[in-house]
């Protein structure tokens, strides 16, 4: 059985979802002004293996802490890395399609795959993978960054399948992929 696939994102209101130079203090000082964790910690008790481009490893490595001490981590590159050795044994780097990937995820007794960082995204959405994403709009206009959705090809249907509003003025919308 393939495992379920899901994004779960936060954007500027422009549709960005770091600047152009990869930072993203803009999103960390919005969100944590009201302690609300926006579903977060449901959402990641319920995946078992997290997929994260380069870019989006680089930008873990510095934060305070690993955050994902205790989840399967994929690391998506061309490129071999040389992974710090703070990291837990269940960080590994891959070079694969998607497809492949997810395939080989799947067979290994992955249920749920949560995909991060940009272009990941866009490859698992333009290879058709993508099940479900979970998009949480920042009050904030960007004004240029690097988009969450980039060209994937071919049109992508969604269904609305709800929508929050929290009091700071965040905007959350889950929607599934329709195949």
Same mark, same amino acid.
Request: hydrophobic fraction near 40%.
């Given at each position: 059985?393939?495992? &379920?696939?899901?994004?779960?994102?936060?954007?500027?209101?422009?549709?960005?979802?770091?600047? &152009?130079?990869?930072?993203? /203090?803009?999103?960390?000082?919005?969100? /944590?002004?009201?302690?609300?964790?926006?579903?977060?910690?449901?959402?990641?008790?319920?995946?078992?293996?997290?997929?994260?481009g380069r870019n989006t490893f680089e930008t873990a490595l510095t934060f305070e802490a690993w955050p994902y001490t205790h989840k399967r981590v994929v690391v998506l590159s061309t490129r071999m890395l040389k992974l710090p050795d703070r990291l837990p044994k269940n960080v590994a780097v891959? /070079?694969?399609?998607?497809?492949?990937?997810?395939?080989?995820?799947?067979?290994?007794?992955?249920? %749920?795959?949560?995909?991060?960082?940009? +272009?990941?995204?866009?490859?698992?959405?333009?290879?058709?993978?993508?099940?479900?994403?979970?998009?949480?709009?920042?009050?904030?206009?960007?004004?240029?960054?690097?988009?969450?959705?980039?060209?994937?090809?071919?049109?992508?249907?969604?269904? %609305?399948?709800?929508? &929050?509003?929290?009091? +700071?003025?965040?905007?959350?919308?889950?929607?599934?992929?329709? &195949?």
């Amino acid at each position: 059985m393939r495992a &379920k696939v899901s994004v779960y994102i936060a954007t500027s209101l422009d549709g960005f979802i770091a600047r &152009k130079d990869g930072s993203i /203090n803009w999103l960390t000082d919005s969100a /944590n002004q009201s302690g609300e964790d926006y579903g977060y910690q449901h959402f990641i008790d319920s995946i078992d293996v997290i997929v994260m481009g380069r870019n989006t490893f680089e930008t873990a490595l510095t934060f305070e802490a690993w955050p994902y001490t205790h989840k399967r981590v994929v690391v998506l590159s061309t490129r071999m890395l040389k992974l710090p050795d703070r990291l837990p044994k269940n960080v590994a780097v891959q /070079n694969a399609s998607p497809l492949m990937l997810l395939e080989s995820l799947s067979a290994d007794g992955a249920t %749920h795959l949560y995909i991060d960082g940009g +272009n990941t995204i866009q490859r698992f959405l333009a290879a058709g993978l993508v099940d479900e994403l979970t998009i949480t709009r920042i009050p904030i206009l960007l004004g240029d960054g690097l988009p969450l959705f980039g060209s994937i090809g071919r049109e992508m249907r969604l269904e %609305h399948l709800e929508t &929050k509003a929290f009091s +700071n003025g965040l905007v959350q919308s889950k929607y599934r992929v329709i &195949k």
